[in-house]
Protein backbone atom coordinates (compact mmCIF):
# COMPACT_ATOMS: atom_id res chain seq x y z
CA UNK A 1 0.00 0.00 0.00
CA UNK A 2 3.19 2.19 0.76
CA UNK A 3 4.56 1.62 -2.50
CA UNK A 4 1.19 2.44 -4.54
CA UNK A 5 0.53 6.21 -2.65
CA UNK A 6 4.10 6.99 -2.85
CA UNK A 7 3.90 6.31 -7.01
CA UNK A 8 0.30 7.86 -6.89
CA UNK A 9 2.05 11.18 -4.84
CA UNK A 10 4.87 11.26 -7.74
CA UNK A 11 2.44 11.21 -10.20
CA UNK A 12 0.14 14.15 -8.86
CA UNK A 13 2.94 16.36 -7.88
CA UNK A 14 4.14 16.08 -11.41
CA UNK A 15 1.48 16.97 -13.35
CA UNK A 16 0.80 20.09 -10.67
CA UNK A 17 4.08 21.02 -12.26
CA UNK A 18 3.55 20.86 -15.65
CA UNK A 19 3.72 23.53 -18.29
CA UNK A 20 -0.15 24.03 -19.29
CA UNK A 21 1.40 24.59 -22.56
CA UNK A 22 1.99 21.39 -22.94
CA UNK A 23 -1.34 20.07 -22.20
CA UNK A 24 -3.94 18.90 -25.48
CA UNK A 25 -0.52 17.05 -27.13
CA UNK A 26 -2.04 13.52 -26.90
CA UNK A 27 -5.76 11.86 -28.52
CA UNK A 28 -8.52 12.51 -25.89
CA UNK A 29 -9.82 9.13 -25.03
CA UNK A 30 -13.04 8.26 -23.16
CA UNK A 31 -12.78 9.19 -19.38
CA UNK A 32 -12.37 6.15 -16.47
CA UNK A 33 -15.64 6.27 -14.61
CA UNK A 34 -16.81 4.36 -11.52
CA UNK A 35 -19.01 2.00 -13.45
CA UNK A 36 -15.49 0.93 -15.49
CA UNK A 37 -12.47 1.24 -13.15
CA UNK A 38 -10.24 -1.44 -12.79
CA UNK A 39 -7.43 -1.87 -10.10
CA UNK A 40 -3.95 -0.60 -11.01
CA UNK A 41 -1.84 -3.42 -12.12
CA UNK A 42 0.46 -4.86 -9.39
CA UNK A 43 4.15 -3.18 -9.16
CA UNK A 44 7.21 -5.15 -9.61
CA UNK A 45 10.58 -4.32 -9.41
CA UNK A 46 11.20 -5.18 -12.79
CA UNK A 47 8.72 -3.41 -14.70
CA UNK A 48 10.10 -1.59 -17.81
CA UNK A 49 10.21 2.18 -17.88
CA UNK A 50 7.76 3.33 -20.45
CA UNK A 51 10.12 4.47 -23.80
CA UNK A 52 8.14 7.69 -24.09
CA UNK A 53 6.60 10.49 -21.88
CA UNK A 54 2.70 9.74 -21.94
CA UNK A 55 0.11 12.94 -20.67
CA UNK A 56 -2.13 10.27 -21.64
CA UNK A 57 -1.14 7.46 -19.45
CA UNK A 58 -0.18 9.54 -16.56
CA UNK A 59 -3.77 11.39 -16.56
CA UNK A 60 -5.11 7.82 -17.11
CA UNK A 61 -3.50 6.35 -14.15
CA UNK A 62 -4.33 9.07 -11.54
CA UNK A 63 -8.05 8.59 -12.50
CA UNK A 64 -7.71 4.87 -12.10
CA UNK A 65 -6.18 5.39 -8.54
CA UNK A 66 -8.49 7.81 -7.34
CA UNK A 67 -11.52 6.32 -8.85
CA UNK A 68 -10.59 2.72 -7.35
CA UNK A 69 -10.41 4.17 -4.21
CA UNK A 70 -13.33 6.17 -4.14
CA UNK A 71 -15.16 2.47 -5.16
CA UNK A 72 -13.74 0.90 -2.97
CA UNK A 73 -13.13 2.92 0.37
CA UNK A 74 -15.37 5.88 0.03
CA UNK A 75 -12.95 8.15 1.47
CA UNK A 76 -11.58 11.43 0.80
CA UNK A 77 -8.29 10.32 1.87
CA UNK A 78 -5.63 12.49 2.57
CA UNK A 79 -3.06 10.69 0.20
CA UNK A 80 -5.43 10.24 -2.77
CA UNK A 81 -8.47 11.85 -3.20
CA UNK A 82 -6.90 15.07 -1.92
CA UNK A 83 -4.14 15.85 -4.09
CA UNK A 84 -5.53 14.03 -7.20
CA UNK A 85 -8.61 16.61 -6.73
CA UNK A 86 -5.86 19.70 -6.94
CA UNK A 87 -3.69 18.50 -9.70
CA UNK A 88 -6.82 16.77 -12.19
CA UNK A 89 -7.41 19.73 -13.91
CA UNK A 90 -3.82 20.10 -15.74
CA UNK A 91 -4.87 17.47 -17.61
CA UNK A 92 -8.51 17.97 -18.67
CA UNK A 93 -7.73 18.23 -22.39
CA UNK A 94 -5.37 15.35 -22.17
CA UNK A 95 -8.16 13.09 -21.07
CA UNK A 96 -11.72 14.03 -20.02
CA UNK A 97 -12.48 13.38 -15.98
CA UNK A 98 -15.52 11.96 -15.20
CA UNK A 99 -16.36 14.36 -12.67
CA UNK A 100 -17.22 11.19 -10.23
CA UNK A 101 -14.42 12.29 -7.35
CA UNK A 102 -15.24 16.45 -7.79
CA UNK A 103 -18.95 15.27 -6.59
CA UNK A 104 -17.97 12.94 -4.32
CA UNK A 105 -16.45 16.12 -2.25
CA UNK A 106 -19.32 18.04 -2.92
CA UNK A 107 -21.52 15.85 -1.49
CA UNK A 108 -19.18 15.78 1.56
CA UNK A 109 -19.36 19.44 1.98
CA UNK A 110 -23.17 19.58 1.67
CA UNK A 111 -23.78 17.06 4.40
CA UNK A 112 -24.87 13.90 1.91
CA UNK A 113 -22.27 11.93 2.93
CA UNK A 114 -19.10 10.75 5.28
CA UNK A 115 -15.58 12.06 4.48
CA UNK A 116 -14.01 9.29 6.33
CA UNK A 117 -16.76 6.99 6.89
CA UNK A 118 -14.39 4.38 8.23
CA UNK A 119 -12.36 6.06 10.53
CA UNK A 120 -12.97 5.73 14.08
CA UNK A 121 -10.24 8.04 15.37
CA UNK A 122 -11.90 11.17 17.20
CA UNK A 123 -9.07 13.83 15.96
CA UNK A 124 -9.45 14.65 12.55
CA UNK A 125 -12.15 17.06 12.10
CA UNK A 126 -9.50 19.77 11.52
CA UNK A 127 -7.89 17.68 9.18
CA UNK A 128 -10.97 16.88 6.88
CA UNK A 129 -12.35 20.16 6.99
CA UNK A 130 -8.47 21.75 5.74
CA UNK A 131 -7.67 18.96 3.37
CA UNK A 132 -11.47 19.33 1.79
CA UNK A 133 -11.55 22.73 1.54
CA UNK A 134 -7.91 22.80 0.39
CA UNK A 135 -8.52 20.42 -2.43
CA UNK A 136 -11.85 22.19 -3.53
CA UNK A 137 -10.14 25.72 -3.81
CA UNK A 138 -7.33 24.40 -5.80
CA UNK A 139 -9.66 22.70 -8.04
CA UNK A 140 -11.58 25.82 -8.42
CA UNK A 141 -8.64 27.82 -9.35
CA UNK A 142 -7.02 25.48 -12.13
CA UNK A 143 -11.02 24.38 -13.54
CA UNK A 144 -13.02 26.93 -13.56
CA UNK A 145 -11.16 29.92 -12.58
CA UNK A 146 -14.59 30.64 -9.69
CA UNK A 147 -14.99 29.80 -6.85
CA UNK A 148 -17.94 27.18 -6.43
CA UNK A 149 -20.93 27.87 -3.72
CA UNK A 150 -19.97 24.35 -1.91
CA UNK A 151 -16.06 25.27 -1.90
CA UNK A 152 -16.89 28.98 0.11
CA UNK A 153 -18.55 26.65 2.48
CA UNK A 154 -16.01 24.51 3.22
CA UNK A 155 -13.50 27.38 3.09
CA UNK A 156 -16.26 29.00 5.74
CA UNK A 157 -16.50 25.70 8.11
CA UNK A 158 -12.65 25.13 8.16
CA UNK A 159 -12.52 28.89 10.19
CA UNK A 160 -15.36 28.01 12.67
CA UNK A 161 -12.90 25.06 14.02
CA UNK A 162 -9.74 27.40 13.62
CA UNK A 163 -8.50 27.73 17.79
CA UNK A 164 -7.05 30.59 19.39
CA UNK A 165 -4.16 30.29 18.63
CA UNK A 166 -4.19 30.18 15.34
CA UNK A 167 -4.33 26.39 14.47
CA UNK A 168 -6.59 23.41 14.49
CA UNK A 169 -6.81 20.30 15.53
CA UNK A 170 -4.85 17.60 13.95
CA UNK A 171 -3.78 13.92 14.13
CA UNK A 172 -0.22 13.27 15.78
CA UNK A 173 1.00 10.16 13.91
CA UNK A 174 4.62 9.14 12.95
CA UNK A 175 4.16 9.99 9.16
CA UNK A 176 5.86 12.79 8.33
CA UNK A 177 5.08 15.17 6.53
CA UNK A 178 1.68 15.55 6.94
CA UNK A 179 0.59 14.38 10.65
CA UNK A 180 3.63 15.47 12.80
CA UNK A 181 2.09 18.21 14.61
CA UNK A 182 -0.19 21.05 13.23
CA UNK A 183 1.81 23.16 11.32
CA UNK A 184 1.10 21.69 8.18
CA UNK A 185 -2.62 22.08 8.61
CA UNK A 186 -2.06 25.85 9.47
CA UNK A 187 0.04 25.82 6.28
CA UNK A 188 -2.31 24.18 4.16
CA UNK A 189 -5.22 25.90 4.98
CA UNK A 190 -3.14 29.25 4.40
CA UNK A 191 -2.73 27.65 1.10
CA UNK A 192 -6.27 27.19 0.66
CA UNK A 193 -7.27 30.59 1.23
CA UNK A 194 -5.07 32.40 -0.45
CA UNK A 195 -5.22 30.34 -3.87
CA UNK A 196 -8.96 30.68 -3.82
CA UNK A 197 -10.62 32.13 -7.13
CA UNK A 198 -12.51 35.57 -6.69
CA UNK A 199 -10.59 37.22 -3.66
CA UNK A 200 -12.12 34.84 -1.15
CA UNK A 201 -8.59 35.87 1.17
CA UNK A 202 -10.41 39.27 1.55
CA UNK A 203 -13.73 38.18 2.82
CA UNK A 204 -14.49 38.74 6.51
CA UNK A 205 -14.46 35.03 7.28
CA UNK A 206 -10.80 34.44 5.63
CA UNK A 207 -9.09 37.70 6.88
CA UNK A 208 -9.71 36.95 10.68
CA UNK A 209 -8.74 33.62 9.96
CA UNK A 210 -5.70 34.56 8.24
CA UNK A 211 -4.78 36.67 11.13
CA UNK A 212 -5.10 33.51 13.11
CA UNK A 213 -2.70 31.93 10.93
CA UNK A 214 -0.32 34.53 11.03
CA UNK A 215 -0.30 35.05 14.86
CA UNK A 216 0.16 31.21 15.12
CA UNK A 217 3.15 31.37 12.98
CA UNK A 218 5.12 33.97 14.53
CA UNK A 219 5.38 32.16 17.61
CA UNK A 220 5.52 28.48 15.80
CA UNK A 221 8.81 27.56 14.22
CA UNK A 222 8.85 25.15 11.26
CA UNK A 223 10.67 22.16 12.82
CA UNK A 224 11.80 20.97 9.32
CA UNK A 225 12.72 21.85 5.91
CA UNK A 226 9.49 20.38 4.57
CA UNK A 227 7.82 22.78 6.99
CA UNK A 228 9.70 25.45 5.73
CA UNK A 229 8.91 24.72 2.59
CA UNK A 230 5.16 24.89 3.29
CA UNK A 231 5.17 27.89 4.58
CA UNK A 232 7.13 29.32 1.03
CA UNK A 233 4.91 27.96 -0.76
CA UNK A 234 1.93 29.50 1.44
CA UNK A 235 3.22 32.85 1.58
CA UNK A 236 3.51 33.50 -2.13
CA UNK A 237 -0.42 34.00 -1.72
CA UNK A 238 -0.72 35.12 1.98
CA UNK A 239 1.00 38.06 2.73
CA UNK A 240 2.61 38.77 6.07
CA UNK A 241 3.93 35.34 6.82
CA UNK A 242 7.29 35.57 5.50
CA UNK A 243 9.71 38.42 4.67
CA UNK A 244 11.58 38.26 1.25
CA UNK A 245 14.94 37.52 3.15
CA UNK A 246 13.14 34.60 4.82
CA UNK A 247 11.64 32.98 1.63
CA UNK A 248 15.31 33.61 -0.28
CA UNK A 249 16.16 31.62 2.93
CA UNK A 250 14.50 28.90 2.11
CA UNK A 251 14.28 28.28 -1.19
CA UNK A 252 18.13 28.49 -0.84
CA UNK A 253 18.40 26.08 2.02
CA UNK A 254 15.87 23.51 -0.66
CA UNK A 255 18.46 24.03 -3.49
CA UNK A 256 21.14 23.10 -0.91
CA UNK A 257 20.01 19.08 -0.64
CA UNK A 258 19.81 19.02 -4.16
CA UNK A 259 21.49 14.98 -4.45
CA UNK A 260 24.43 14.87 -7.01
CA UNK A 261 22.01 12.77 -9.54
CA UNK A 262 19.58 15.94 -9.51
CA UNK A 263 16.85 15.27 -7.31
CA UNK A 264 15.82 15.39 -3.30
CA UNK A 265 15.17 13.13 -0.77
CA UNK A 266 12.47 13.47 1.28
CA UNK A 267 14.85 12.30 4.54
CA UNK A 268 16.58 15.99 3.65
CA UNK A 269 13.29 17.11 4.25
CA UNK A 270 11.34 15.70 7.33
CA UNK A 271 14.97 15.11 9.54
CA UNK A 272 14.27 16.84 12.77
CA UNK A 273 16.72 15.92 15.03
CA UNK A 274 17.63 19.96 15.32
CA UNK A 275 13.98 20.58 16.64
CA UNK A 276 14.67 21.64 20.25
CA UNK A 277 11.10 20.36 21.64
CA UNK A 278 12.46 16.58 21.10
CA UNK A 279 13.79 14.54 23.12
CA UNK A 280 17.31 15.76 22.83
CA UNK A 281 19.10 12.15 23.77
CA UNK A 282 17.30 10.47 20.91
CA UNK A 283 18.49 13.59 18.85
CA UNK A 284 21.85 13.07 19.54
CA UNK A 285 22.00 9.24 19.37
CA UNK A 286 20.06 9.53 16.36
CA UNK A 287 22.87 12.02 14.79
CA UNK A 288 25.51 9.65 16.07
CA UNK A 289 24.81 6.32 14.70
CA UNK A 290 26.92 5.09 11.52
CA UNK A 291 26.02 7.11 8.58
CA UNK A 292 23.98 9.74 9.62
CA UNK A 293 24.59 12.30 7.28
CA UNK A 294 25.69 9.91 4.02
CA UNK A 295 23.73 7.37 4.14
CA UNK A 296 20.41 8.32 6.25
CA UNK A 297 18.90 11.21 8.09
CA UNK A 298 16.45 10.63 11.02
CA UNK A 299 13.31 11.88 12.18
CA UNK A 300 12.58 11.45 15.89
CA UNK A 301 9.19 9.93 16.64
CA UNK A 302 6.87 9.63 19.46
CA UNK A 303 7.86 6.18 20.04
CA UNK A 304 11.10 5.22 18.34
CA UNK A 305 13.52 7.01 15.62
CA UNK A 306 13.54 6.49 11.91
CA UNK A 307 16.09 6.02 9.44
CA UNK A 308 15.06 7.30 6.05
CA UNK A 309 17.43 7.05 3.35
CA UNK A 310 19.39 9.80 1.43
CA UNK A 311 18.42 8.60 -1.95
CA UNK A 312 16.63 10.97 -4.26
CA UNK A 313 12.68 10.10 -4.55
CA UNK A 314 9.76 11.27 -6.30
CA UNK A 315 7.66 13.45 -3.75
CA UNK A 316 10.85 15.26 -2.68
CA UNK A 317 11.72 15.93 -6.29
CA UNK A 318 8.51 16.94 -7.60
CA UNK A 319 7.54 19.08 -4.19
CA UNK A 320 10.75 21.10 -4.18
CA UNK A 321 10.68 21.74 -7.76
CA UNK A 322 6.85 22.91 -7.03
CA UNK A 323 7.47 24.79 -4.40
CA UNK A 324 10.36 26.49 -5.80
CA UNK A 325 8.50 27.58 -8.95
CA UNK A 326 5.45 28.62 -7.10
CA UNK A 327 8.05 30.99 -5.12
CA UNK A 328 9.56 32.37 -8.38
CA UNK A 329 12.32 30.49 -9.66
CA UNK A 330 12.32 29.93 -13.10
CA UNK A 331 12.54 26.74 -14.68
CA UNK A 332 14.94 27.10 -17.41
CA UNK A 333 18.48 26.47 -15.92
CA UNK A 334 17.37 27.02 -12.60
CA UNK A 335 19.00 24.01 -11.05
Request: include cysteine.
Amino acid sequence: MQTLVCRWVIVTIAVLSINRSVVGQENVTRPITLENVEPSPAFAPDEPFAKVFSLERAARYLDTAALHWQKTHACTACHTMLPYLMARPALNAVVPQSGEVRRFFEEVVAGKREAMPNYTCNDVDGAVAIGVASAMALNDRWSTGKLHPLTRQALDRMWTLQRADGAWQWPFRDTPPLKLNEHHGVTLAAIAAGMAPDDYANTPAAAAGLAGVRRYMSTTKPTSLHQQAMLLWASVYVEGLLNADAKSEILSSLLEVQRSDGGWSLASLVDNTNDPSLDRVQAIQAKAERGYGTEFLAYVGRDRVYQSPLASDGYATGFVIFVARQAGLPGSGAF
